[in-house]
C-alpha cells in the first residue's frame, strides 16, 4: 500500500530553469513531510522539510509546497544546476509526538538537469 | 558531528549464509532506525529503536532478521539463512528526540548481495 506517491519517474530540465518535484500522499494522519536527495551508492540526504502546520518551507534554492486540503507537496528548485541531478524522494511521518517514527517513501524521481 | 555510520558498505554472501550489519548513529542521537532500499523504490521501514529499545518492527521483517541496539549507541542488523530476496540496500538513520525536528539523517548504506 503505496502511502506516498511520486507519479514521475523522471524529470529533465535546463540548467538555470525551475524544476519542480510532485509528492502525493493519501494518509491524513502525516504532519511531517521532507524531500531527500540521493546519488547512486550513498544514502539520502536531507534537503528540507515542511510541517503540516506550514504550507511553504524556504530554505535556498529549494521551496517545498504543502496543500494540505489536496495531500500534495511540491519540491521547488530555483535556479536548477547540473549538480542538482540526482533522485530525490519524498517522505512523511506521523502523528507528531506518536512513538512510531518511521518515514513512508516514495519510489522517487530521476531529476536530470543538462546545461 | 561525523554523521551516521555504517560497516560494511558492501557485503556479497552466499545463500544460506548468516551476514550482520553495523550502524553507529550521530552522537546523541537516541533515535535509530533500519530500513532496506531495492532497485526502483524508496526506502522501506524495517525496524526502530528509541534508546536500546526496540519500539517497532515491520512486517517486512521475518523471523531471519534481528536488530540489537544494545548499549543504546550502535546497532547491529543480522540476516540468518540469507535469501536472494535479501539483497538490496540496507540503511540506517538516526534522529534526535525533539518534538521539532524528526528528520532522519542516513548513512552511506551497506549494499547486500546474495548468490
Known amino acids: 500500500d503505496q502511502q506516498v506517491k511520486q507519479n514521475s519517474p523522471s524529470l529533465s530540465v535546463q540548467e538555470g530553469r525551475i524544476s519542480i518535484l510532485n509528492c502525493d500522499y493519501t494518509n491524513s494522519m502525516f504532519d511531517y513531510f521532507l524531500w531527500y536527495k540521493k546519488y547512486p551508492a550513498e544514502g539520502p540526504t536531507f534537503l528540507i522539510s515542511?510541517?503540516?502546520?506550514?504550507d511553504k518551507n524556504e530554505d535556498g534554492r529549494f521551496t517545498v509546497f504543502l496543500n494540505k486540503s489536496a495531500k500534495h507537496l511540491s519540491l521547488h528548485i530555483v535556479p536548477s544546476q547540473p549538480g542538482d541531478s540526482a533522485v530525490y524522494f519524498c517522505a512523511a511521518s506521523g502523528p507528531r509526538g506518536s512513538t512510531l517514527g518511521r518515514l513512508y517513501f516514495g519510489r522517487g524521481t530521476q531529476l536530470t538537469v543538462w546545461p | 558531528d561525523t554523521g551516521v555510520s555504517q560497516d560494511p558498505r558492501h557485503k556479497i554472501t552466499k545463500r544460506g549464509q548468516n551476514v550482520t550489519f553495523r550502524c553507529d548513529p550521530i552522537s546523541e542521537h537516541n533515535r535509530l532506525y533500519w530500513y532496506r532500499q531495492t532497485l526502483g523504490q524508496g526506502p522501506e521501514f524495517l525496524t526502530y529503536f528509541q534508546n536500546e529499545a526496540q519500539l517497532e518492527k515491520s512486517r517486512l521483517l521475518s523471523d531471519r532478521f534481528s536488530a540489537e541496539r544494545p548499549k543504546g549507541s550502535f546497532s547491529t542488523l543480522e540476516i540468518q539463512r540469507t535469501e536472494q530476496g535479501d539483497s538490496a540496500m540496507y540503511l540506517c538513520?538516526?534522529?534526535?528526540?525533539?518534538?521539532?525536528?524528526?528528520?532522519?539523517?542516513f548513512g552511506p548504506g551497506t549494499r547486500l548481495l546474495v548468490l
Open positions: 515542511i510541517s503540516s502546520i506550514k
Open positions: 538513520a538516526s534522529s534526535p528526540r525533539l518534538a521539532e525536528e524528526e528528520t532522519q539523517y
